[in-house]
C-alpha cells in the first residue's frame, strides 16, 4: 500500500471538477500541465485564467521531499517558523554526504563516522516535526520518492533541482530552494509565476543503442542551457507512450539542465505497471478512474501548435545515440560524430573512467541493459580498458540488482559498486589522482558535467550518455568509438562487435530489499530534543537577517564582476563544501570561489578597494561586512544555473551583498535570491554589464520607491570621478517586495505575517 494513499484519494476526488472548470473558465481543451497546475491552486476552485509566464500564481503542493544538504538550512529556517508539525507529507534523504571512494560498505560506514552529527540532527528535527527519515544508504531522493511517493497528477516540490524526476510518474515536480520548502511544510501558499508550456511530441520508438537519455540529451541540443526558463516541458506521442516509466523519469530529471521548471508525461500503462510493480496497485487503480483527467486533452496532442508556446518534434526511430559535453550539459554530438568532434577539439580519445547510476539512470531497467554489455566481455573475450563505476540509485533497486545477478556480473569486468547515494555526480568521489589536475576524458550518465563537478579537477573533461552506451564506451576506453559500427580487438586478436543492449523494463521476480532505509517519526513529537552543539562546525542556528531600513542602498562597493558561465557550483561549489551545508558561516568561505573575475580572468581574486589588494572573494566580502560597506555582484546571462541550493543565496546575503545584477538569472536561483532579502535585478540594457568598472561604488537613486514594475536606477561611480546610470529590471511582486523590506520570507513566517 501507498504511503499517504488518503491524501491522494482526495486529490483524484477534486480533479475531474477543478479540470471541467477550468477547462471552461479557459475556454478551450487543456495540457496535463494546466490540469495538475489548476487542479491545485491554493484557493481550491478555478476562478479565471492565468497568464502563462505573467501571473504569479499561489499553489498547493501535496508533499515536499528534502535531501540532506539542502534539508540543513531548510530544517533549520523551520525550525524559526513556530510550528509543531508539518503541514503536509515531508520527507528527508541521507544521499549527498556519502564520499564515493572504495566500495559501498567502506565508503557508508566512513560516511556514518564522519556525518553521524548531522544524520543525527536530521533524524531528530524529522523524529520532531512529523517527517519520513530515509537512512543513509537508503538511497538518492529522486529515486526513492519515484519508487514510494510520486503519483500522477500530483504536485510536489523539493529542496533539490533534480524532484523533476518525478515528472517520469506524470506528476508536475519542482525544484525549490529550502525557504520555498519551509512556506509549504509551515501550511502556507507556494507561489510560481505561471509558466508557459513547451510540447515535445515523440514519434516512433526507441530501439538497439538508443535510450531514453538521449532524448532529453536532444531536446538539451536544441533548447541549450536556458532554453527551457519558465516553461514546463510536456512529453506526448506514440513515443512516449511506448516508453518505460524510469525512462521517462530520466527524461524529466535532466530537464533542470535546460532550465525548465520541470517536465512531465501523461498517465499511461508503463506508469500503472511502475505502480503496481513498487506496491502501488491502490494508486494505480485510483489513478485508472479518472485516467482521462491525468494526460492532455485529445485535441491538444492532435494540434500542439495551437496550446504550447513552443513544439519540438522527435522522431525516436530515427534518433541517434548522444554524448553531451564537454563542461556543459548541453553540446550535444551524436555518437556518429564524436570522433570528428574529439579530434576537431583536442579532446583526450583516452577515456579514464565510465560512471554509470545516479539519481537520473538507476532504475533497474538501466542497469540491466548496462548488464547485457558487461557480459559481452567474457563472452567475447574482451578486457574493460577504462575504469567502471556503477552507483545504484536505491538500496531496492541495489539489493534486487544484487539477487538477480547483475552486481556480480559488474564484478566479473572489474567494476566497482558505490554506495546507494549522489556520489561522483555532485562531486563526492575522492578520485584517487584528482589533485594533480591532469587533462583527461572521463564518461557518465548523469546529469551535469560542469567544470569541476566530478572529481574537483578542472581539466577532467566529462561527457553525458546513456548507461549503456556509458559502458561500451568504458570498455572501449576510446572516446572516437562507435559501437553502432566500430569493432574491437579482443584478448585473442580478433575482431568482434558488442551486440546492442537488451534488458527488462522491470523485475520479473518484483522488487526486492530486507531493509529499505525508513524511518518513520513520532506520532507526538512534543517531546524529542533537537540539540545542535554550540561549537559545532557541521551546524550553527540561525540568526534572522536584518530587514531593510527603508532607505536608499548608498557607498556599496563592486565584490566581483563575474565573466561567462556563473552556475550555483561557481557561487557555492558541492564536494568537500557539501560538510558544512549546516553552518551558514563556514560554508560562506566557499561564496563565489569559482566564478570568473571578468578584470583578471582569474577565479577567487578581486580588488578589495578598502586596501586596493587582491584577494579571495569571501575574504573581501568579509572585509566590507566588517566596515559596515554594502557590497554589489554583477553577472552573466544565465546565473545561477544549476543546483537549487539556497546556499548560492543565503551567502553572500550573510556576507553583506544587498543586490546581485545580471544579464539574465536561472529561475530557482532568483526566487531564491529574493526569499533571502536580496535584490536579485537584471540589466535594462544588457550592453551596460560593459559599463562595470573594478573600482566601482554603486549608489541605488530610488530604491524607496520601489514598486511591481518600476525599474530601479543604479549610480555607478568610477574610481576617476566619472559615473554611469543603469536601469535595472526586477521581477519583484508586492509578496515579494514585502520579504525584501522584512529582510528575508522567513522572518514575515517567523513573525506570523506571511
Known amino acids: ?409 559488474f564484478n566479473k569486468i572489474g567494476a566497482t559498486v558505490f554506495a546507494n547515494a549522489c556520489g561522483p555526480c555532485i562531486g563526492m568521489w575522492d578520485r584517487e589522482g584528482a589533485e594533480k589536475e591532469e587533462r583527461n576524458t572521463i564518461v557518465h550518465s548523469f546529469n551535469r558535467n560542469f567544470s569541476k563537478r566530478a572529481d574537483g579537477n578542472p581539466n577532467t573533461l566529462a561527457f553525458v550518455g546513456s548507461p549503456e552506451l556509458v559502458t561500451a564506451m568504458a570498455i572501449a576506453g576510446d572516446l572516437g568509438f562507435n559501437p553502432l559500427t566500430d569493432k574491437l580487438i579482443n584478448e585473442d586478436g580478433e575482431e568482434v562487435m558488442l551486440d546492442a543492449p537488451t534488458g527488462d523494463e522491470l523485475p520479473s521476480k518484483g522488487f526486492y530489499a530486507e531493509d529499505p532505509g525508513f524511518q518513520a517519526p513520532a506520532e507526538d513529537g512534543s517531546g524529542v530534543q533537537v540539540v545542535v552543539n554550540p561549537t559545532s562546525e557541521r551546524l550553527q542556528l540561525l540568526a534572522p537577517f536584518d530587514a531593510w531600513d527603508g532607505k536608499n542602498i548608498t557607498g556599496a562597493k563592486l565584490l566581483i564582476k563575474a565573466f561567462g558561465k556563473c552556475t550555483t557550483d561557481h557561487i557555492s561549489m558541492a564536494g568537500p563544501w557539501l560538510r558544512f551545508r549546516g553552518h551558514l558561516d563556514n560554508i560562506s568561505n566557499n561564496m563565489l570561489i569559482g566564478a570568473v573575475n571578468a578584470f583578471n580572468q582569474k577565479t577567487n581574486s578581486v580588488k578589495n578597494q578598502l586596501t586596493g589588494a587582491y584577494d579571495a572573494v569571501p575574504a573581501v566580502a568579509r572585509a566590507y561586512k566588517a566596515a559596515g560597506v554594502p557590497s554589489i555582484v554583477v553577472g552573466d546571462h544565465n546565473y545561477g544555473e544549476g543546483s537549487s541550493r539556497e546556499h548560492a543565496a543565503m551567502e553572500p546575503r550573510f556576507l553583506g551583498v544587498k543586490a546581485v545584477l545580471v544579464k539574465s538569472f536561472a529561475r530557482i536561483h532568483e526566487t531564491n535570491l529574493k526569499k533571502q532579502g536580496l535584490l536579485g535585478l537584471t540589466f535594462a540594457n544588457e550592453a551596460d554589464y560593459d559599463k562595470i568598472q573594478e573600482d566601482d561604488t554603486i549608489n541605488f537613486l530610488d530604491l524607496t520607491e520601489f514598486a511591481p514594475g518600476k525599474p530601479l536606477t543604479l549610480e555607478f561611480v568610477h574610481a576617476n570621478g566619472t559615473k554611469d546610470i543603469i536601469l535595472a529590471n526586477h521581477t519583484y511582486n508586492e509578496g515579494q517586495i514585502g520579504w525584501f523590506v522584512a529582510g528575508s520570507a522567513l522572518n514575515l513566517i517567523a513573525a506570523g505575517k506571511a
Not at 79 to 88: Q, R, Y
Not at 178 to 193: H, I, N, T, Y
Open 1 to 409: 500500500m501507498a504511503f499517504d494513499i488518503e491524501m491522494i484519494k482526495k486529490v483524484y476526488e477534486n480533479m475531474p471538477a477543478r479540470v471541467d472548470k477550468a477547462r471552461e473558465i479557459v475556454g478551450r481543451p487543456l495540457t496535463l500541465t494546466e490540469k495538475i497546475l489548476y487542479n491545485h491552486l491554493w484557493d481550491g476552485n478555478p476562478t479565471k485564467a492565468f497568464g502563462r509566464g505573467i501571473d504569479y500564481v499561489d499553489f498547493a503542493p501535496d508533499r515536499v521531499a528534502c535531501q540532506d544538504a539542502t534539508a540543513q538550512m531548510a530544517l533549520l529556517q523551520f525550525m524559526h517558523a513556530g510550528k509543531s508539525k508539518v503541514a503536509v507529507p515531508t520527507t528527508v534523504h541521507c544521499d549527498h554526504l556519502i564520499q564515493a571512494k572504495v566500495d559501498a560498505a567502506t565508503d557508508l560506514a566512513r560516511a556514518k563516522t564522519q556525518s553521524n552529527e548531522v544524520f543525527d540532527f536530521l533524524s531528530s528535527v524529522s523524529n520532531k516535526y512529523g517527517i519520513g527519515f530515509w537512512k543513509p544508504g537508503a538511497g538518492i531522493i529522486h529515486q526513492v520518492v519515484l519508487e514510494n511517493y510520486a503519483f500522477p497528477g500530483g504536485m510536489m516540490i523539493g529542496t533539490d533541482s533534480h524532484t523533476v524526476n518525478a515528472g517520469g510518474l506524470g506528476m508536475v515536480a519542482i525544484g525549490v530552494g529550502g525557504a520555498d520548502a519551509v512556506d509549504v511544510m509551515s501550511g502556507m501558499a507556494w507561489e510560481l509565476k505561471f509558466p508557459k508550456l513547451i510540447g515535445v511530441k515523440l514519434t516512433g520508438k526507441l530501439s538497439g543503442w538508443t535510450a531514453p537519455k538521449d532524448v532529453i540529451l536532444k531536446v538539451a541540443g536544441i533548447l541549450t542551457v536556458k532554453g527551457g526558463t519558465g516553461a514546463i516541458v510536456e512529453y506526448f506521442g506514440e513515443g512516449a507512450t511506448a516508453m518505460s516509466c524510469t525512462g521517462k523519469g530520466t527524461i524529466c530529471n535532466m530537464g533542470a539542465e535546460i532550465g525548465a521548471t520541470t517536465s512531465t508525461f501523461g498517465y499511461d500503462d508503463s506508469m500503472s505497471r511502475y505502480l503496481r510493480s513498487t506496491n502501488r496497485a491502490d494508486v494505480a487503480d485510483e489513478a485508472d478512474k479518472i485516467a482521462s483527467y491525468l494526460t492532455g486533452d485529445p485535441e491538444v496532442y492532435a494540434n500542439p501548435e495551437q496550446y504550447f508556446d513552443q513544439v519540438i518534434e522527435i522522431n525516436l526511430s530515427q534518433l541517434e545515440p548522444h554524448l553531451n559535453g564537454p563542461f556543459t550539459p548541453d553540446l550535444a554530438t551524436p555518437i556518429s560524430k564524436m570522433k570528428e568532434e574529439a579530434i576537431k577539439n583536442n579532446w583526450p580519445l583516452q577515456i579514464q573512467v565510465g560512471l554509470i547510476g545516479s539519481c537520473t539512470n538507476s532504475s533497474y531497467e538501466d542497469i540491466s541493459r548496462a548488464a547485457s554489455l558487461a557480459r559481452q566481455v567474457a563472452a567475447k573475450n574482451l578486457k574493460t580498458k577504462a575504469e567502471f563505476t556503477i552507483t545504484p540509485g536505491s538500496e531496492v533497486v541495489r539489493s534486487t540488482i544484487e539477487r538477480d545477478g547483475f552486481i556480480d556480473t
